[in-house]
DNA sequence: ATGGTCGCCGAGCGA
């Protein structure tokens, strides 16, 4: 089973170059970011009609989480747990950040697709929230862990775990990205017992999932590494190979992140 | 270089 993490940055400024990678890639599964869309104004029959099932979690003009799959999706629920209890009631869930759905293939994947907070600037409310929100993706994974599920957390993390996953490390150094706080709270979830699946067969540095639009990032190869996947030992057993889709970057009217891809014995 | 670029919508925010 291939299945692929994609930030889109907007389902309708990119549907012409979604749907042509699609055709070209052939994902199982693709989880994706940023749709940027409510679930009313996504154009599903595009991808129905590619063999697509649909399912979303969308808001109006930011954030929204989507996964297409080709196999059936079973057991889907929006939203990450313990939000109206975490803050002031309800709030940590008006933004549509999170999606699961079991994928049923050869054997059945828990699949969790994830847009975490940006969180800049920070220190400051939006840096509290991002904070906050790992703490409770923190809660879910180790449910996940407890009952040994075959499961993955995929998405934008807008996490650079290390500094080889930025070409210029010391640029991020005080920002969300890549703050220390951040990172830990990363590794914390990390911790628990999941692998995560790039790092785990590319040591190296020089590997990004995102190039700014602004001041020629991409022709400069100023990059980082924010989309991941996270694997439960379960899953982890079945997972083949990692990669990520570098050209994509290239191409016309391109997201400014690209897809990685996981291709898990299932 | 106190900007630079996108996408949401149809001004200014979020990234």
Not at 14 to 19: G, M, Q
Not at 22 to 35: C, G, H, K, N, R
Not at 169 to 192: G, H, K, Q, T, V
């Amino acid at each position: 089973m291939k299945i692929a993490t994609f930030n889109i940055n907007g389902v309708k400024a990119r549907i012409e170059a979604l749907t042509a990678w699609l055709d070209a890639t052939q994902p199982d599964v693709a989880v994706l970011q940023e749709i940027k869309s409510v679930d009313e104004g996504f154009p599903r029959e595009i991808f129905e009609d590619m063999g697509y099932n649909v399912e979303t979690h969308g808001q109006k003009g930011f954030n929204g989480v989507a996964i297409l799959s080709k196999f059936p999706l079973e057991d889907v629920t929006r939203g990450l747990p313990g939000g109206a209890g975490a803050g002031r009631e309800g709030v940590d869930d008006e933004e549509a950040r999170y999606i699961e759905a079991t994928v049923v293939g050869l054997k059945p994947v828990r699949i969790c697709g994830l847009y975490l907070p940006n969180g800049n600037p920070a220190p400051g409310p939006k840096f509290a929230y991002k904070l906050r929100w790992m703490e409770r993706l923190q809660a879910r994974a180790q449910d996940l862990l407890s009952h040994e599920e075959v499961a993955l957390l995929c998405g934008d993390y807008n996490i650079i775990p290390q500094a080889e996953d930025a070409a210029r490390p010391d640029a991020w150094r005080d920002d969300a990205l890549f703050r220390l706080d951040s990172r830990e709270a990363f590794r914390r979830i990390l911790n628990l017992g999941f692998t995560e699946a790039f790092r785990s067969r590319e040591a190296g540095s020089g590997h990004y999932s995102f190039w700014d639009y602004q001041a020629g990032a991409w022709e400069k190869n100023n990059g980082i590494r924010i989309d991941h996947f996270l694997l439960t030992p379960q899953c982890a057993d079945l997972l083949n190979d990692c990669w990520i889709e570098k050209d994509v970057r290239g191409r016309e009217k391109p997201s400014d992140h690209v897809p990685v891809w996981v291709d898990l014995a299932a």
